[in-house]
């Protein structure tokens, strides 16, 4: 009997260190650098401070963000792939990082698939704005009116959207003017003074929309965005190539170890499920949260990879 | 939509507080320091500075570099009497008339004309930057690409008009500033130009990098082959006292010239793409046109020091103007701001106003801060700023060196920043033994850089057809008159160099 209850506590002991070392696998003992692959004081930049800083309270560990700016995100994204997979180093980039600019890009000497990615937090709430005068409802209503002659230009900020734009002329057969701007002010600058009748906007329009100067004609994203739920995605109006889809997340190294992985998962979801946060992501900076990670993730990134591919192949051919 | 009174007060509210105050009146120190050294100046400060300012909040940030801006144009009166070496061109006219009082043993009566006409210059300058600037950016919202684009065109005339005595090696920096500001992906396209498959240059040559190398570490190199030439000032000691003291009769008595200068170098601030040298010349001739004594010039007349530099300090706050209702900088100095803007989350443009209209107001208050910081600082140190000048170059240039260093890693957390530091600090060096105009090199590279995207949109919005910009009449305008300036500037010059030809050929004929 005694020697029974001497292992059983033995047992005991061994399984509490045993599920206690399961838990606290990982602790970092140095300084984690977080690379953000965008200008400080951006939105990228912001939810990345906000979030590691978070991890830091909740962990104690330190955390230092570090801006490497440069090529949408690529630098970022190729000095993240040199770095050792040791869990000091993780990036903080939209996903289209890893799958548009190599797909536009072939010698940008990183892939998808050099990466792992750890967990996604957010999503873009893509859409084409015009002035409330415009007698548009949707985008639809636009490309009739280009087709009967107008001349309608629309402005965008990024490489992705200009290739999403390019698709919608292929599909309708018509042509637009296409203007590239700066940042998403750009295109709500050149919107409010008249000189580009349609331009996209990731949320920055959103107090414009909100006091009724401005209208939404068409969600970019897979689903219709909170901001203007009546109006109808571009996949709806039969553009399937056009999914802006930029989801915002945590990548590391490739080959970093499972323990490691699982400790940034766990403090990450720990970290966005507090309510400022949430807030902020939700309602300052208009995207939707999402919590998605492991092989989920790498399944939505796979995805929208071929995404890219198609699209890329669609408008060059 | 009018700005409401309950931004401006909050925005004025905001910068009073011990932590931006702070940093503004650390702002002018340091730029009251730079510009008193001998070979320092304003814009290279700001250049080093804009990146050590990434991690303050962003009204502190803006506020500190306003500040060394602010506090550089009264520094740089320091050597330009007490040496007659001027930091930068525009203290040169200082010294025309401070270096000879000076040289009465008058040199604090001197230094004392020159902050008080200074800090007056500026404020004149500020007061209409914070009354116009609201208004202005209300209109910018109507100016499109087309129009954008005129404006730059018409800033690149005036610089071409501006070239200097060497209008090959004017048009030589210039044109090799616009090349280099086409590094990167082009607009729209993203096709890499120049870039070599290098990942780090698809943005462009940063600013940081070109402007630290150029401006700062291609003097340091400079000063280091010319290390054999020492600065030896031969002020006689100082004639006391009561020779020294600047009564509000002395003032008053410049008041006239100081309100002249103060409206030329805010006009001139207020244009895009002119700096504060025109200004200081501009002032310093108008007074001695208009003044009683104007045979007195140049032997140390008060007027003189306080006609250049009212004229140059009042450019600095009109100098925002442009820059925060356009997005398009007045001088190089403004340049940096803009790229400090930016990383702090602010776009300068017509929506600021709308956007931002607290921070804005904010960083007004914060300019006042600086002025009155200005002239505190300045009366206060007036004595140790004479001991400043005459620091050792063998311990100012390492200092100098290392923050350079520290500034192009800061901004882009990159080797690559550094290397293209040190590449452009050679070619400053070289342009400078050449004698080839580095701010126009500089200048040139911004506007070049701000001038494509406009470009890029007028032509597609137009169909490339030139016709169609009669549309657009502030376009219009903006590039004739640029055009026209340009050749009236150009063939003034041919003419004057035709008569001076003429007179020396009738010289030889009537010996």
Known sequence: MKQLSKTFLLLLISGMIVSWSAYAAWTPEESIKVLVGFKAGGGVDTLARVVSQKVAENTGWTIVVVNKTGGGGSVMAKSLKKAKPDGYTIGFAPGENFTFNPTINPRIGFTLHDFTHLAAISVSQCGLFSMSDKPWTTLADAIEAAKSGEEISVAYQAPKMGMSMKAIEKVFGVSLKLVPVKGGNGGVKNVLGGHVDIAWGAGIQAKYVKAGQMKILASCEKERIAMAPEAPTVRELGVKYVNLDAKFQFSAPGNLPADIAEAYVREIRRATGSKDIQDLIANKLSLKLIFTSGKELQKDLEQSLTEAQELVEFVKN | MPVSMDIILGGIGDALNFYTIAFVVLGVLIGILVGSIPGLNGPMAIAIAVPMTFYLQPLAAIGMLVGIMKGSTVGGAVPAILLNTPGTPDSAITAIDGYPLAKKGKPFKALKMALYSSVSGDTMSDLVLFTVSAPIAMVALMLGPTDLAAIIFFSICLIMCMIGDDPFKGMLAAGTGFLLAAVGLAPGEGTPRMTFDILELEDGLSLVSVGIGVLVLGEVLMAIRNSGNKVTSTLPPSAGKDANRLGLKDYVSCGRTILRSGAIGTAIGATPGIGSTLAAVTGYTLAKRASKNADKFGTGELEGIAAAEAANSSVSGSNLIPLLTLGIPGNVAAAFLVGALTIHGVTPGPTLFQDQGRLIYAL????????????????????????????PQSIVYPVVLLLCMT??????????????????????????????????????????????????QMMLLTDGELVKMIQHPVAVVFSLSGLLLLSFVTWKRKSEKRLAKESTTSDLKST
Do not use: D, H, Y
């Open chain 2, 407 to 456: 500034g192009a890693w800061i901004s882009a957390n990159e080797m690559v920043g550094c290397v293209l530091m040190v590449v452009f600090g050679i070619i400053g060096f070289f342009m400078r033994l050449l004698k080839i105009p580095v701010i126009t090199f500089v200048i040139a590279f911004v506007l070049g850089k701000m001038w494509e995207l406009p470009l890029t």
């Open chain 2, 364 to 391: 007004f208050t914060a300019m006042v801060i600086a002025n009155i910081s200005n002239l505190a600082i300045g009366r206060l140190g007036l004595q140790m700023f004479g001991l400043v000048a005459k620091v």
